[in-house]
């Protein structure tokens, strides 16, 4: 008779499936794989934006001249390789920090707050660091006859390819520091009882 | 005797102060106030930013011709008056759903988690079009003399205050972005039994 009486009763059924509050065991393995793709795509771009140097023959004055291009010759290249060295050391101190408390569940909370405070800081930092040099890069792409800025990517063909490269790259890092707030943000309202 | 049992039972006087975890009423005016402020920062940023349109005579081989200055010749202003329109509309629309949600308690944990999601997304969208319009806009005070890119400051002045102006508006609503992701974090955190 109780055999039969089980798939009719619905409280019966939901209960067997464990809710457990303190199931964020998961969550952390998916935050340290987050934080190690951060660290991957912060150190990928930096690595691809410092070694963009080229150095191409330019007529000046009707007199051939080799004349660089780096990084550093703009103040928005400099800013995006500050921002993702920054990134990046952030994601390897996280990442430990992650790791570490996989194993001691009383001090989840606190550092599930202390992630989305952080993360949400680093976010501000790589997006804008990411819009600046990519708005750059597309000046550089396309040019401006409105202000009379001639595109440079025709000349310094290697030099755009690697600016370009290291922004995508920096792009998908933006992305993975949204998916890591969300996933914080999911894992602090499951602790809450309903 | 009952009265004077009272204050060495740390039990008893921890209890007579409320912990009311259903104390975010104060959290949610500030979430009230914090959202209009980023409605007025994107409304003031679009509209300093639209209005920019400066017409200067220019010499142009010789002849003086009438050049204006319009910030949609520029890629990365488009792109940030349009971030900014959305970001006004999303805090018009999460503004009234923060006032509706003050005498509703029991909504108040699944709005903080639908704030935190979607305030994320804007922070990386306008955070990215701070930087994108901020990094041209250096272009155009400083110049780049590696790429032959004139400064246009010196002879756009009202465009260029403008511009500027507009972007510290949009730094400062990035930065309140920020905070109400902070407050909705702390909010849900607070809800969590200790």
Same mark, same amino acid.
């Given at each position: ?5 089980k798939?009719t009763?619905?409280e ?5 499936t464990p ?5 964020t065991?998961d /969550?952390f393995?998916?935050?340290?794989i987050?934080?190690f *793709? %951060?660290?991957a795509a912060?150190v990928?771009a930096v690595v691809?934006?410092v070694?963009? +140097?080229?150095?191409?023959i330019? #007529?000046?004055?009707?007199?051939p001249v080799p ?8 103040p928005?290249? &400099? /800013?995006?390789v500050?921002?993702?060295?920054v990134?990046? !050391? /952030?994601s390897? =101190?996280t990442? #430990?920090?992650?790791l ?5 569940p009383? *001090?989840k909370? @606190?550092?599930? !707050? ?6 949400? #800081?680093? %976010?501000?930092?790589?997006a804008s660091a990411?819009?600046?040099?990519g708005?750059?890069?597309y000046?550089?792409?396309k040019g401006n006859?409105?202000t +009379?800025w001639?595109? =440079?990517?025709?000349t310094y063909?290697?030099?755009c @390819?690697h600016?370009g ?7 998908f890092?933006s992305?993975?520091?949204v998916?890591l707030?969300? %996933?914080?943000a /999911?894992? &602090?309202?499951?602790?809450i009882?309903?």
């Open positions: 008779m109780a055999s039969t009486d798939p009763d619905p019966f059924t939901s209960s067997s809710l457990a509050p303190e199931g065991d /969550y393995i998916f935050d340290v987050l934080r *793709l %951060l660290f912060s990928v691809v934006m070694t963009s +140097n080229e150095t191409e330019v #007529l000046f004055q009707g007199i004349q660089p291009a780096k990084f550093r010759y703009s928005a290249f &400099i /800013y995006f500050a921002a993702f060295s990134s990046g !050391l /952030y390897i =101190i990442t #430990l920090a992650s570490s408390v996989i194993r001691k009383h *001090l909370t @606190k550092f599930l !707050l202390h992630f989305i405070f952080w993360d949400v #800081l680093i %976010l501000g930092i790589i990411t819009g600046t040099a708005g750059v890069a000046v550089g792409l006859k409105h +009379n001639a595109k =440079i990517c025709s063909d290697k030099f @390819k600016t490269g290291s922004i995508a790259v920096a792009l890092g992305i993975v520091t998916l707030i969300w %996933l914080s /999911y894992a &602090i309202h499951r602790r009882p309903k």
